[in-house]
């Protein structure tokens, strides 16, 4: 058996065909090529290669140049084979390899594709309602990159200028100035040279160079506000058609009562656009984080804790003030300066008022009056007529004096005086409501007889139609700050004891035959005013004949105290006490079917006198003072039960005006950029002060018209201060030295008044952050490729 070959019947392979020739075009391409790479391998890589191999490969490199450069193609062919054996015998390691030229072709269009999305176009999505109801959330848009110039990628430098500029009323996409990394679309109010006011829903503008303002021109539309869907209708909300130069676009108004804006507040402020910014708003007014609300947070200079309202009030006489700073620190950015005022509540005694009410008083209103009267100094008779004699208003103002006439006929009796430099003073009887009033008013709140005429009769008439209104309500001030001291009548049973006894009981008119105690607990009637009632009370309770001389007079009791006093008359004892350690005053008055003398109604005033300490801690104490079993008699008319108000309250309105020359300015600087001596040196020159060296050491200070000048430096603080303080808070060099020493005192300890957590605005989008102007909306399908306007 003969052996067979298992591939004799197999048909034998084809040669491989022979590689096509290069044709003269791939000759040329390729040798440009591989001349381009060997010029960069022996320029980067010459040294790592040996020089027998370096001039081989320099030799043909010459070779093939030569051969492309006489279009011998033929030649370039042998050439361009051996220059490549040459570079992949000696310097494969510096070839590209596939992948590496691949990945250097995709970075190629990668960079291309950036540079035409950096430089021309790019797409945007809407991230929020803000700028509704011109854009929506979830919008896309297309952003015109070119029309301001071209930024250069990853960079804030813009190159065509040109091209266009920035207008009022764009809607522009920008890196936000607090956050690079965002992106926020927002419509352009003010250009650089520009200043944006704006109150509520009023926006105006100050253009460069201009000196007025420019209220934006709106019409209200008729079309309902939209959700951010676009289908639901939404309350408390309208739409505005506003006009900005050429531009007229639509914005919203949502209303700060929207429980849906969790209480929106008003916006107001006004901003000056510095060079190469831009202010911008959301057309969604007042739902959007733009220009007017951005903050940034920064270590803060707070001038309050160089000099503070405690130290103001420990080295002045005034004892209120009111802090403001004039360049709202919420509009501004600096952050290393500040510049406060305080201004005193200056008390003012031109714009005092005051009113006294009495009702239905416990010893009379004749009594009450008479007492009132008395503590009105150099007091007369007036009438209402006099007071509304020659007033222009009031005779051109018949109802007005017709008010004032019927005001008057409720009036028994009227004294007082007027002072034509202090103001008035009057005490009023009042028969038919069976009270007292008096009333004090300065010249800065009742400026005329006629206006004092006209108050004290609105007072009257109000009071008169209720009794039981308080002071508070019946005195009003005017123009003028006032501190409002109102004494609260509380109730009678707590300020005051009125007790009656008699033999049997029964209530008897007859003061021979009968006790009775009045006492007052913690009286808030002006001091002594009580006391003096009582005393004219018992002076008065005399019997004897018309001619007051031939009345008994009041004695001194000095067993009971020194303020002590009694009178006997015809129908007993009438005896007036008063204990200022216990805040206690009575009367006691006892007929003389218990007290046959005077030392009989000492021992029941004894008995008053040791139970008033306990009065005094403890109101529920009063009603003990005395008893039924302290006089042996019975008590006649027991107390109310339903709880009554005291008789009497007053009403002090103490006027504060917040005048000029009751402020002072004070300035610090931290760090200022010029350097501190010539920070100091220039405020020095504008106030024309002088070296002083009082408050510290290289100081000035001066003395205007009007106010007293410090200025200092504190060098371990890199601070410098400024204080200003009007003659009328610093009446002395020595009390305006004594201020900035305070200041320069706290200034050395930085913790005083750095705040490392300040919020200062950070309105402005620089030009650079500026993107591009949105042109088109491409998503939804349903306002596809429409402008935005």
């Known amino acids: 058996m003969s052996d067979q070959n298992p591939d004799a019947n197999s048909k034998p392979k084809k040669p491989a065909a022979p590689p096509k020739p290069l044709t ?102 809407i991230p929020s309602g803000s700028m509704m109801p011109t854009l929506r959330s979830g919008d896309h848009i297309f952003v015109n990159k070119f029309t301001y110039g071209i930024q250069l990628p990853f960079t804030t430098t813009v190159v065509g200028q040109w091209m266009g500029d920035i207008q009022r009323g764009d809607v522009i996409v920008f890196r936000y100035p607090i956050n690079e990394e965002e992106d926020f679309i927002k419509r352009v109010i003010g250009t650089p040279g520009d200043t944006v006011r704006v109150n509520g829903e009023e926006v105006a503008i100050r253009r460069a160079g201009d000196e007025t303002f420019e209220v934006l021109q709106r019409k209200r539309l008729d079309d309902p506000c939209l959700d951010e869907t676009g289908e639901q209708v939404i309350g408390r909300c309208a739409l505005f058609e506003e006009t900005l130069g050429d531009k007229t676009y639509v914005v919203r108004y949502t209303s700060p009562v929207d429980p849906r804006t969790g209480g929106l507040t008003r916006r107001a402020g006004e901003w000056t656009v510095p060079e190469g910014h831009y202010l911008v708003m959301g057309d969604n007014r007042n739902q959007s984080h733009d220009s007017l609300a951005w903050t940034k947070t920064v270590e803060a200079v707070a001038a309050e804790g160089v000099l503070a309202p405690k130290d103001m009030r420990d080295l002045t006489a005034e004892k209120m003030f009111r802090l403001s700073h004039p360049d709202d620190r919420s509009l501004r950015e600096v952050a290393n300066y500040d510049h406060l005022v305080y201004t005193a509540e200056h008390r003012s005694t031109k714009h005092m008022q005051e009113l006294e009410l009495w009702r239905q008083p416990s010893l009379g209103r004749d009594i009450v009056f008479a007492t009132a009267a008395e503590k009105i100094a150099s007091a007369n008779e007036i009438t209402f007529e006099q007071l509304m004699e020659g007033d222009a208003f009031l005779d051109t103002h018949e109802a007005d004096r017709q008010k004032v006439l019927d005001a008057a006929a409720k009036v028994g009796k009227m004294v007082g005086r007027i002072d034509r430099l202090g103001g008035y003073q009057v005490a009023l009887r009042l028969d038919e409501a069976d009270a007292v009033l008096t009333m004090q008013c300065g010249r800065g709140a009742c400026q005329t007889d006629g206006a004092f005429a006209q108050k004290l009769a609105k007072t009257v008439t109000e009071f008169t139609g209720n009794t039981q209104e308080d002071a508070r309500k019946l005195l009003r001030g005017n123009a003028a700050r006032y501190q409002q001291n109102w004494t609260s009548r509380g109730l009678e049973r707590d300020k005051f004891l009125d007790r009656t006894f008699t033999a049997n009981g029964e209530v008897a008119n007859d003061k021979k035959n009968r006790v009775r105690l009045r006492a007052w607990r913690d009286s808030q009637e002006h001091e002594n005013f009580v006391y003096d009632a009582a005393i004219l009370y018992a002076q008065q309770s005399s019997t004897a004949g018309e001619d007051n001389s031939d009345s008994p007079q009041l004695q001194a009791i000095d067993s009971l105290s020194s303020d002590a006093r009694g009178i006997e008359t015809d129908d007993g004892v009438v005896l007036v006490n008063r204990l200022p350690s216990d805040g206690m005053i009575y009367l006691l008055e006892c007929g003389t079917s218990r007290c046959g003398s005077v030392d009989e109604a000492v021992a029941l005033a004894t008995t008053i006198d040791q139970k008033a300490p306990a009065a005094a801690r403890d109101a529920r104490r009063l009603a003990e003072l005395l008893v039924a079993a302290d006089i042996g008699w019975k008590e006649a008319a027991p107390p109310t039960v339903e709880p009554r108000r005291y008789e009497y309250d007053r009403m002090l309105l103490e006027g504060t005006v917040q005048a000029g020359e009751y402020s002072l300015d004070l300035y610090v600087w931290r760090k200022p950029p010029e350097g501190l001596d010539a920070k100091v040196k220039e405020l020095a020159d504008d106030a024309a002060a002088q070296p002083d060296g009082a408050v510290a050491e290289g100081g000035y200070s001066t003395a205007t018209d009007r106010e007293y000048i410090d200025v200092f430096a504190i060098p371990s603080a890199e601070l410098v201060i400024q204080v200003n303080c009007r003659f009328g808070l610093c009446p002395s060099r020595e009390s305006a030295v004594g201020l900035a020493r305070r200041a320069l005192e706290k200034g050395r300890d930085t913790t005083n008044y750095i705040d490392e957590n300040a919020e200062r605005p950070y309105p402005f989008v620089p030009r650079g952050n500026v993107k591009g102007r949105a042109d088109r909306i491409w998503l939804p399908t349903s306002r596809f490729w429409l402008p935005i306007r």
């Open 24 to 125: 003269d075009r791939q000759v040329k391409a390729g040798a440009a090529e591989l001349l381009r790479e060997a010029k960069r391998i022996l320029k980067k890589y010459r040294q790592r290669i040996a020089p027998e191999p370096v001039a081989a490969i320099e030799a043909s490199t010459n070779n093939l140049a030569k051969y492309r450069s006489d279009r011998n193609w033929q030649a370039a062919r042998g050439e361009l084979e051996r220059l490549d054996e040459l570079l992949h015998q000696h310097a494969s390691f510096a070839r590209k390899g596939l992948i590496r030229e691949l990945s250097e072709n995709v970075s190629l269009a990668i960079l291309f594709a950036l540079g035409l999305r950096s430089c021309f176009y790019e797409p945007f999505k």
